[in-house]
């Protein structure tokens, strides 16, 4: 069994910043692409950021220039670096993997998500 266990939620002001952490367990072979998505209240999921095994990083357009993501193969593990944060980046953000197991199975993770509040 494999799961993302995220950290680093919480209530920051306008203009603040927080970082998240995802952090992969279980039976993996190898993570490919790791990414965060977040969910508004009464909006669809969304891509932030995403960054596959290559490190080529992607990022949508209301985020880029504000946040990083980036991640630590050894420790199997993608951070999410949040910068000038706004109050429409509230939202609970969700951690993804695509991995492969030790019997070559391809499986598409989530975490249990972490809320981020952005407000005076």
């Known amino acids: 069994q494999v799961q993302l266990v995220e950290s680093g939620g919480g209530l920051v002001q306008p203009g603040g910043s927080l970082r998240l952490s995802c952090v992969a367990s279980?039976?993996?072979?190898?993570?490919?692409?790791m990414g965060w998505y977040r969910q508004a209240p009464g909006k669809q999921r969304e891509l932030v950021a995403s960054?596959?095994?290559?490190?080529?990083?992607n990022y949508a357009d209301s985020v880029k220039g504000r946040f990083t993501i980036s991640r630590d193969n050894v420790k199997n593990t993608v951070y999410l670096q949040m910068n000038s944060l706004k109050p429409e980046d509230t939202a609970v953000y969700y951690c993804?993997?695509?991995?492969?197991?030790?019997?070559?199975?391809?499986?598409?993770?989530w975490g249990q998500g972490t809320l981020v509040t952005v407000s005076s």
């Open positions: 993804n993997a695509i991995i492969t197991t030790p019997t070559y199975r391809y499986l598409e993770i």
């Open positions: 279980g039976s993996i072979f190898s993570i490919n692409a």
């Open positions: 960054i596959p095994s290559g490190g080529n990083t």
